[in-house]
């Protein structure tokens, strides 16, 4: 089957460094995502990995381990805008097309 | 000059009623989707087009209907809506390249009283 698992809430300070954590199993990976939603808004997009590392974009990263199944979002310098959920996705190929699983969501609040 | 549209916004009805709700993007993309995302903010994918033609349908009741008129047009028709069919709902069109971006639209909050 095909899972993926975050934490549902993280609370930090402004100007700290979070991680959010995404464990994920699916048998037709192709490539993992990183959205964020502001309460009451649309997902927009924030990162993509493919293959193992890290890809750094201005004060977010994202992490990738396809062997452990196991992605992270790193957000530096944390601003009270940053308060959303972020959500990790997954392109899964099972089904012979491009299928996107997402993930339940990490409810971020930064605090003053 | 709104990528992605929603309409309406905001959908109040009565369980039994039927409703349509419409999505518009303007990107040039071929393939459009429908989330679903409920009252714990899981976002589940219900659909899926590619210039017109259905490439996803996950597991939805068949009281759920999409239509296509268009590359550019994805619209969802809701038969005898049930207090469980309250949620919001994404139309979101995929624009491929390295990587593939999803953009989603504004969102349309369903409830069903």
């Known amino acids: 089957g095909q899972n993926i698992d975050q934490p549902t809430e993280m609370t930090a300070t402004e100007g700290a460094i979070v991680q959010i954590n995404c464990t994920y199993q699916t048998s037709g990976f192709n490539g993992l995502f990183w959205y964020q939603q502001h309460a009451g808004e649309a997902p927009t997009f924030l990162s993509y990995?493919?293959?193992?590392g890290l890809e750094e974009k201005g004060r977010f990263s994202s992490f990738l381990s396809r062997s452990k199944g196991y992605s992270y979002l790193l957000l530096k310098e944390l601003q009270m805008k940053d308060s959303a959920s972020y959500l990790c996705a997954v392109r899964d190929t099972t089904s012979g097309t491009y299928k996107y699983i997402f993930g339940t969501g990490t409810r971020l609040k930064v605090l003053a | 000059d709104t990528a992605v549209s929603q309409t309406p916004k905001y959908l109040v009805t009565q369980m039994g009623n039927d409703k349509s709700i419409k999505c518009e993007q303007n990107?040039?993309?071929?393939?459009m989707y429908w989330y679903k995302q409920d009252s714990k903010k899981f976002l589940k994918i219900m659909f899926s087009?590619?210039?017109?033609?259905?490439?996803i349908n996950e597991t939805v009741p068949n009281r759920f209907s999409p239509k296509s008129p268009d590359k550019a047009h994805l619209n969802l028709h809701i038969n005898s809506l049930e207090l469980g069919d309250s949620a919001v709902y994404f139309c979101?069109?995929?624009?491929?390249?390295?990587?593939?971006?999803?953009?989603f639209g504004p969102g349309t909050r369903l409830t069903v009283l």
């Open positions: 087009y590619n210039n017109k033609e259905l490439i």
């Open positions: 990995n493919v293959l193992d």
């Open positions: 990107l040039g993309h071929d393939t």
């Open positions: 979101a069109s995929l624009r491929t390249g390295t990587p593939d971006t999803q953009y």
